[in-house]
């Protein structure tokens, strides 16, 4: 009922005629001058009489000129500087702030000018006198202007007082503190409490009436008083390392974080400071922020993507078409994917008004014939390869593995082959880090197909072929962090395979741009390996994600809170993971991507291992493919 009367009353004034609101508003700060002169009047015209030896009623009917020059000299000042387009909630900004304090001065620093002038009075006790009470009236004037606004923010904007409203402060006290102070003003849903921040210029200093703290032992009272508390971070541009401080501050709090855009993207009108989000995942890994290289080579060329509805393919499909190419050949199985991505690009492309001509193709990596027509037809210039079975345990289960390996092993043989055949300029196969040593068949496909790549970049000239291998990406399907969200948001368990298990986490979009700068560094036959940072505790990393979302974890003994559960490790499941087989790394260009020299088997074998696996599969024999891949893959099993 509230929140009603409350939109009520904002309705009915929000539709009124502007004319007359303005009308209103100069009314009411006309009438606080008027007051202010029948305050300040009577005393000066006593003071001024004494000196005249005149009627007081004579010098106040004289005197109108001192009431009507400062005030349409305020008035006009204030009108034509913007402060009467300022909307009430936000008269506490320091624009508006500044130019009612200066508008005061003016009125009253005019008031004793007037004077002055008026009576040519030349005495010293009376131009003290003038200046004092020109400084009084400035003052009160001030406070009238102050008062007024202050009552109408409260009958137009009251209080929250929604019991079930979130409770939260905000980290940041800044400029875009204050904006995203100013947009959650009217959400009724939201109770802010305070604001937080490190600088000192800012401690104990107050927004409105609610105190700036610098300690965090305040945020743990709150936190104490308010179990939901919830963190609204509004530190965009702040630099990554200092970021990451906070956060791990806060993540020791046991407090939920959520964060406005960054500055990139509110630069780029891409958001608003009003659109709170979860942290960004770059914020839990221990790496720096992406930033996103431009490409050079690609602007004219005609790009096939395999996969290109999955994680990785639709990524590289979007950075693609941000340089505008001739034309991009989305290529995948998947037939809800291909229209979302295919939807997703037509979108980008004409808010870019670019030219890319976008070509959805449902097909499958096996099929000679319809990927002879395709790169035949659409004059196929770049391949990049992302099309793959990755699910670990659902690869490994006895039921999937001639499929799976017939469409990581010999669909990547079969669009290799057609490249070069249709004389592509060149291939970039997308692979792991779980082909390093493999201990699951999902790996060992994949460092057969490395291999065979190799081995086809060898005996050719005309297609350039090459490979980057890298590790987790998050958010990618089968990655665990939204699995870890989605247990934590039901209230758990978390469950983790094991408190030990590492790995390399990347995000999609670094991951992708890394893949697209390597390819333009290929000159056929280069394993890159992009610089994954170092690997994190998966057990770790639940641990954060719990905190994060205000959640503490529950002890052995049970209680409140999100329990972690270790469930073992699946099948195929490594406790750790690596990067490269043998060598050493060479430094690229781009510091976040290696090269490496690895060694391969010759054509002659790679022929009787194909055409071994070509029987195994035809068979549909499962242990005959095993022991192809234990015979000729290193470290499998392990």
Not at 411 to 440: H, Y
Not at 501 to 521: D, H, K
């Amino acid at each position: 009922m509230h929140k009603n009367n409350s939109l009520s009353r904002m309705t009915a004034l929000g539709n009124l005629n502007p004319k007359i609101k303005l009308a209103i508003i100069i009314g009411n700060d006309f009438s606080a001058a008027l007051i202010c002169w029948m305050v300040f009047g009577p005393p000066m015209a006593t003071f001024i009489a004494s000196e005249f030896s005149t009627g007081i009623l004579v010098i106040l009917f004289s005197e109108w000129l001192s009431f009507v020059v400062p005030t349409f000299a305020t008035l006009l000042y204030l009108y034509l500087f913007g402060f009467y387009k300022t909307v009430i909630k936000f008269f506490d900004s320091q624009d508006s702030i500044f130019l009612s304090l200066s508008g005061s001065l003016i009125f009253g620093f005019t008031w004793a000018v007037m004077h002055i002038y008026q009576f040519n009075i030349v005495s010293t006790s009376f131009l003290s006198i003038a200046m004092l009470q020109g400084f009084l009236l400035a003052a009160v004037f001030y406070a009238f202007l102050n008062l007024t606004r202050d009552m109408a923010k409260f009958i137009l904007y009251p209080q929250n007082t929604n019991a079930d409203a979130k409770n939260i402060v905000i980290y940041g006290a800044g400029q875009s503190g204050n904006e995203l102070y100013q947009s959650i003003l009217l959400d009724p849903s939201k109770k802010l409490h305070a604001f937080f921040d490190d600088s000192r210029d800012l401690k104990n200093r107050q927004i409105n009436n609610l105190p700036i703290f610098g300690a965090f032992s305040r945020l743990e009272e709150l936190k104490v008083k308010y179990p939901d508390l919830e963190v609204l971070l509004a530190m965009p541009a702040i630099k990554t390392d200092k970021r990451r401080a906070i956060i791990s501050r806060l993540e020791a709090i046991k407090v939920a974080v959520r964060t406005v855009p960054s500055f990139r993207d509110l630069i780029s009108d891409q958001k608003k400071m009003a659109d709170i989000q979860d942290l960004s995942l770059d914020d839990l890994l221990p790496r720096g922020r992406f930033a996103k290289d431009t490409l050079k080579l690609m602007s004219d060329r005609r790009i096939f993507i395999s996969g290109a509805g999955g994680s990785i393919g639709s990524e590289i499909t979007r950075q693609l078409l941000d340089n505008n190419p001739k034309s991009i050949i989305l290529f995948d199985i998947s037939e809800y994917n291909l229209f979302q991505l295919e939807r997703e690009c037509l979108a980008q492309k004409a808010s870019a008004n670019l030219s890319t001509k976008i070509i959805p193709i449902l097909g499958d990596i096996k099929d000679s014939k319809n990927l002879s027509f395709v790169f035949k037809k659409y004059q196929v210039d770049d391949v990049f390869h992302a099309a793959a079975y990755k699910h670990v345990p659902l690869v490994e289960d006895v039921n999937n593995i001639i499929k799976a390996s017939e469409n990581n092993v010999l669909g990547t043989l079969n669009l290799a082959n057609i490249s070069i055949e249709q004389k592509v300029k060149s291939f970039v196969m997308i692979s792991t880090d779980k082909a390093v040593r493999p201990s699951n068949i999902m790996g060992a496909s994949k460092r057969m197909s490395e291999m065979i790549i190799q081995s086809l970049n060898k005996q050719q000239s005309c297609t350039q072929f090459s490979m980057v291998r890298f590790g987790n990406v998050i958010n990618s399907s089968g990655s665990v962090i939204p699995t870890f969200l989605d247990q934590i948001s039901n209230g758990g368990p978390v469950t983790v395979t094991h408190r030990d298990v590492t790995r390399y986490f990347m995000t999609i979009p670094e991951a992708s741009n890394l893949v697209l700068q390597a390819a333009q560094m290929s000159n056929g036959g280069e394993v890159f390996i992009l610089d994954m940072g170092e690997q994190l505790k998966v057990y770790d990393l639940a641990k954060k994600l719990i905190h994060l979302s205000g959640r503490s974890i529950a002890s052995k003994s049970g209680g409140d809170g999100i329990e972690i559960v270790e469930v073992g490790l699946r099948p195929g499941e490594k406790m750790y993971e690596e990067l490269l087989i043998s060598g050493d790394l060479k430094a690229t260009e781009n510091s976040k991507i290696f090269k490496s020299t690895e060694s391969f088997p010759s054509e002659e074998i790679m022929t009787v291992v194909i055409k071994e696996i070509y029987q195994a599969i035809a068979d549909n024999n499962t242990d005959a493919l095993i022991g192809i891949f234990k015979s000729n893959i290193e470290g499998y099993p392990s």
